[in-house]
């Protein structure tokens, strides 16, 4: 038998209604695929935008307690020379030899 013919006995010996149930049950497999992987990607989708929204507001958060600190280091560092001698008496790092050897030196080189 010749393969057009083989083609054409097998096709003709399927009930037509085996081959309509197999054609929608592929149709309905394809659809049902279709909505759970609709439905996977926008769960992964909105798993990473909220992720990188935490991200985002982190980040903020991180930038604006810098800036406070560096806000407050500058307030407490305004009457600081320039030579980074610590003269409030308050402060932890405050060294009282090096005040008064960073004095001493100021007048010695005015005179």
Known sequence: MSAPAAA???TATT???FRS???WSALGAGA???FFRDASLKSAAAHKHAVETKDR???HFNAARAAYA???AAEANKGAP???IVSDPDS???DLEKVILHYAGETEAKH
């Open 82 to 84: 320039a030579t980074g």
């Open 70 to 72: 560096a806000q407050k």
């Open 92 to 94: 932890p790092d405050f």
């Open 32 to 34: 049902a695929y279709g």
């Open 57 to 59: 507001e982190i980040a």
């Open 8 to 10: 054409a006995a097998a």
């Open 21 to 23: 149930w197999l054609l």
């Open 15 to 17: 009930s037509p209604v």
